[in-house]
Every structure is written in structure tokens, then in C-alpha cells.
């Protein structure tokens, strides 16, 4: 598959990698598993994600990504019902640059702030 560089929906299943490059918005549709090799988006300039739990009453969105994620700045919205706590990412990367993080998200500014929701996992990797 390739990667996903532009704005799109995508729904649970299998993806290759997530590089977006500024001003773009994925939705991650529907609760389900979400199989990705790696996010690595452009540091820089802000992009989204939204979380549509498409008014599941009890749905998981469970994200497990193979290697590092970078998020860059990024902004995070959940419609048609869903919470935070109905969001769990695991990461099984090594680390990123010298501090060695495998899940790292970029502060925004004052007037838009970077965040994330739901849990993290990232277990040790040797």
C-alpha cells in the first residue's frame, strides 16, 4: 500500500506509512484495529486527526504502529460519539534521535497547541 501523504479517510485495516506534510486531515473511520508501519509526519506545520467512532456506543479505536511514531504538530478531534478513553495506541518502535522516543508529538504554539488523545503504549524495545 501506499503511503498516506494527503488528506483521506481510512477505515480499520492495514497501511503502510502516515507522512503527512502539513495542513492535512486523516480521519480514522469507524472502531477497529488500525495496523500502520510507521507515522512520521513533517515537522513544522500543523495537521489533524480525527477519530470518527460513527456513534458505535462501545467501539475501540486500537492503533498499533511496527515502528516510531512523529506527529509532528497535530491537532486531535473525536466526532459521532467516543472519548480519549476509547482510543489505544501501541508503538513498538526503538527511539527517535538522541532521547530515543518512540511515540513523540511536537508542542504547537500559544494559539494552537499540539495534543493527543487516549493511551500509549510503547514497551521497551532492545
Do not use: C
Amino acid at each position: 500500500m501506499p503511503d498516506i501523504t494527503t488528506t483521506r479517510i481510512i477505515t480499520p485495516g492495514g497501511y503502510d506509512d502516515i507522512k503527512l506534510s502539513g495542513n492535512q486531515t486523516l480521519t480514522f473511520k469507524g472502531t477497529g484495529i488500525y495496523i500502520l508501519d510507521k507515522i512520521e509526519n513533517k515537522n513544522g506545520t500543523s495537521n489533524s486527526f480525527v477519530f470518527d467512532f460513527q456513534n458505535d456506543p462501545t467501539g475501540i479505536i486500537k492503533i498499533y504502529v511496527h515502528e516510531n511514531v512523529s506527529l509532528g504538530k497535530l491537532g486531535v478531534t473525536t466526532i459521532n460519539g467516543g472519548s480519549a478513553s476509547r482510543i489505544f495506541t501501541e508503538v513498538h518502535g526503538t527511539g527517535l534521535g538522541s532521547s530515543k522516543y518512540a511515540f513523540d508529538i511536537t508542542n504547537g504554539s500559544t494559539s494552537s497547541k499540539s495534543k493527543w488523545l487516549g493511551t500509549v503504549w510503547a514497551p521497551l524495545q532492545q
